[in-house]
């Protein structure tokens, strides 16, 4: 039976407001044998009921969250995602983290969902903290203007390094923000070669990875990272 897997949507205030999800993170999931279910803003009585009838989660990228929940004001790079969506994401996540077999996977902002929610800071500005880096994290003109390319270093000895079964990989890359103080339980599983951390994960968990990059943006590149996602999914959580 494929395993049916909980996702995320991002949230626009319209008008009308509007609760959305990219056709990548469906189809990534889809093509690895599970079932995308989409995860819109509810009350915490409605997600214990979601996830009694799940077996997995991905949270998804998109802008920021705000600074203020790991204590910092937000600078003039920030672009705050809807209240609605932070709101909720977080709330989410705890349901998840409560339930200690769950398999979760984050993507970029998901990554950082992770690590925030688990009592870690970002980085509000890689350009910022890294001027001298020459390594384009997002597109020339700007995160929101597209994807870019680059390299990632994986860390021997982590579930991401042996998912993946490289030590250099290629990824698909867009986001102005990044792990800084990593949360509480995770382990760093890649960096950038400017010291930016690409990856975390939970090493005492049966999976919950969170990568910076954004895979669904390269399936075939990272199709390994999906289907063992989905597989421990189907191996079932309860």
Same mark, same amino acid.
């Given at each position: 039976m494929k395993p049916i897997i909980g996702i995320n949507v991002d949230i626009k205030k319209g008008p009308p407001p509007e609760a959305s999800l990219q056709t990548p993170y469906l189809e990534s999931i889809h093509k690895s044998g599970g079932i995308p279910l989409m995860i819109p803003p *509810?009350?915490?009585?409605?997600?214990?009921? !979601?996830?009694? #009838? /799940?077996?997995? /989660?991905? &949270? /998804? +990228?998109?802008?920021?969250?705000? @600074?203020k929940r790991y204590n910092e004001e937000p600078d003039e790079t920030v672009k705050l995602i809807d209240s609605t969506r932070d709101d909720f994401d977080f709330r989410l996540l705890k349901n998840v983290l409560d339930r200690r077999d769950m398999p979760i996977l984050g993507i970029c902002l998901g990554c950082q969902l992770l690590n925030v929610g688990l009592g870690g800071s970002l980085i509000q500005d890689i350009k910022k903290? &890294? @001027?001298?880096?020459?390594? *384009?994290?997002?597109?020339? =003109?700007?995160?929101?203007?597209? &994807?870019?390319? $680059?390299?990632? =270093?994986?860390? #021997?000895?982590?579930? !991401? $390094?042996?998912?993946?079964? /490289?030590?250099?990989?290629?990824?698909?890359?867009?986001? $102005?923000?990044?792990?800084?103080? !990593?949360? #509480? +339980?995770?382990?760093?599983a890649a960096h950038c070669d400017d010291g930016v951390i690409e990856a975390v994960e939970l090493p005492d968990r049966r999976f919950v990875? +969170? !990568?910076?990059?954004? @895979?669904?943006?390269?399936?075939?590149?990272? #199709?390994n990272l999906f289907d063992k996602f989905v597989a421990v999914c189907a191996n079932g959580h309860k």
């Open positions: *509810m009350s915490d009585d409605d997600v214990q009921a !979601v996830l009694a #009838k /799940i077996d997995g /989660i991905m &949270f /998804i +990228g998109g802008a920021d969250y705000s @600074p903290r &890294f @001027p001298q880096s020459e390594v *384009m994290h997002a597109s020339p =003109n700007g995160w929101q203007d597209g &994807f870019n390319r $680059h390299d990632v =270093n994986l860390v #021997k000895g982590t579930r !991401v $390094h042996e998912i993946y079964g /490289i030590e250099r990989l290629t990824v698909s890359t867009s986001h $102005h923000q990044a792990v800084n103080a !990593v949360g #509480k +339980g995770l382990t760093v990875i +969170g !990568v910076q990059w954004h @895979p669904e943006r390269d399936y075939d590149g990272s #199709k």
